[in-house]
């Protein structure tokens, strides 16, 4: 199955200073097919997107994109920075850039013209399931996609968060089913309480509310994988590789 490592595993470290260009390396050398890169953690878009393309391609990475922003804003509207992101995303090389929905229930636009200025044949756009009632619901999700499919972007898909779940109420092992015909990258990590009653991403796939092997049972095998939960440091990156690895 294909690997991907998103940056957020390596939180701790870019909280001091370390830059996604230098982490490029330490993806490779941990094994993994691809690094998703987060679009919050770049300081100098002028120097550290060419930097991390140039890496990746040496090292044959694939590059993701993730971009904390919605496709329609809270008026329905077309998000104005789309272009902007997609730009960024051909500077970085990358193959997919995940968003968050936003208010698709009040977009009144035209879909084939609003999405039809993207570079979709280049970038592949994927929507994800986030922590929010707006863009956090299976339905809400079902509904732009099949909208999106309806006005010939078959091309759009959608990242499965597993933890995400945990956040927003709903039941994941519901969700799968009925997102999987879009579904065509999953991030996995587990959630749980903390003793304070709290919500919390773990840092350990087997630990957590979710039984991530039964659910992603119910989903598309063929499709890019990615760990998404920050770790202690490379060697317990390494066992949860080796967790999700074992389990194929």
């Known amino acids: 199955m294909t690997l991907i490592l998103n940056t957020w595993i390596f939180e701790k470290d870019v909280q001091n200073g370390t830059s996604q260009v230098e982490l490029v390396d330490r993806v490779q050398q941990l094994g993994a097919v691809g690094i998703e890169v987060r679009r919050e953690y770049f300081n100098d878009f002028t120097t550290e997107l060419p930097a991390v393309a140039k890496r990746a391609q040496e090292a044959g990475l694939i590059v993701n994109y993730s971009v904390p922003d919605v496709l329609f804003e809270e008026d329905g509207t077309i998000n104005p920075r789309l272009e902007q992101y997609f730009a960024e995303g051909k500077k970085l090389g990358i193959s997919k850039i995940k968003f968050n929905t936003g208010h698709f229930e009040k977009y009144r636009g035209d879909l084939k013209t609003d999405l039809g200025k993207l570079p979709l044949a280049e970038i592949k756009l994927n929507v994800e399931n986030d922590q ?3 863009s956090g619901t299976p339905d809400a999700i079902a509904a732009f996609l099949t909208a999106a499919r309806q006005s010939g972007f078959n ?5 499965y968060d ?3 779940w945990a956040f927003t109420g709903f039941d994941a092992i519901t969700a799968a089913k009925q997102l999987a015909p879009f579904c065509d990258y999953i991030h996995l990590k ?7 009653g709290k919500m919390t991403t773990t840092d350990d796939l087997s630990k957590g509310m979710f039984n991530w092997q039964i659910v992603v049972s119910y989903l598309p095998k063929d499709v890019q994988f990615a760990l998404e939960y920050p770790m202690a440091d490379d060697q317990q990156v390494a066992a949860q590789i ?3 690895e074992g389990a194929q």
């Open 162 to 164: 597993l933890g995400n």
């Open 242 to 244: 080796k967790l999700f």
């Open 155 to 159: 091309s759009i898909g959608y990242v």
């Open 190 to 196: 587990n959630s749980m309480l903390d003793p304070a």
């Open 132 to 134: 929010t009632p707006t």
